[in-house]
């Protein structure tokens, strides 16, 4: 294996550490979504429990930032939803260059959702607030976008130098 795939792979700790973070926020996010919206709904039939008007504008807004969070997994996991049907008949090396053509096209998209989302974020929303929070921002509402941007940067960096490597590392060297 060439010194440089020796010395970039010890960069692996870091996008696994991104991963857990990652993982584990989107995992709080499910558990405050949940816990929110069973008191809202037991509010709503139970007298002593309150029901927040904030409830669903916080809801939809964690959901907003799961979802995305957990497609930018996806990303480095290899699961999130593609092609894979005619792999079997496509020459190796020309599925290895397009599956590198496919990680520069969501990089590409990456960067488009940091760029444009983060000037949404903060024209857009910084102008406005949630209408049953007023003290809050809508900056939070359009920042998902720039952040799953960031995510999936981070990760399909990663995903980007595997593909990349295995065009110089057979298979059994690694």
């Excluded at 010395?7 to 926020?25: E, G, N, Q, R």
């Excluded at 998209?109 to 910084?126: E, N, Q």
């Amino acid at each position: 294996m060439p010194k440089i795939f020796e010395t970039l792979d010890k960069c692996k700790p870091v996008y696994d550490v991104a991963h857990k973070v990652i993982l584990f926020t989107c995992k709080m996010l499910l558990i405050i979504d949940i816990l929110i919206t069973c008191m809202a709904v037991a509010g709503r039939y139970i007298s002593f429990i309150p029901d927040p008007s904030w409830s669903e504008e916080v809801v939809l807004s964690c959901m907003a930032y799961m979802a995305v969070l957990s497609a930018a997994l996806a990303l480095h996991n290899g699961t999130h939803i593609r092609m894979t049907a005619l792999d079997p008949y496509i020459n190796k090396t020309l599925l290895k260059c397009l599956e590198v053509l496919a990680d520069v096209a969501v990089l590409i998209l990456a960067f488009i959702m940091i760029i444009v989302g983060w000037k949404y974020a903060v024209t857009i929303g910084s102008k406005g607030t949630y209408v049953s929070m007023p003290g809050v921002s809508r900056f939070w509402m359009y920042f998902p976008v720039p952040l799953a941007g960031l995510a999936m940067v981070i990760f399909e960096t990663d995903v980007l130098y595997e593909h990349i490597k295995a065009f110089f590392v057979k298979e059994g060297e690694q």
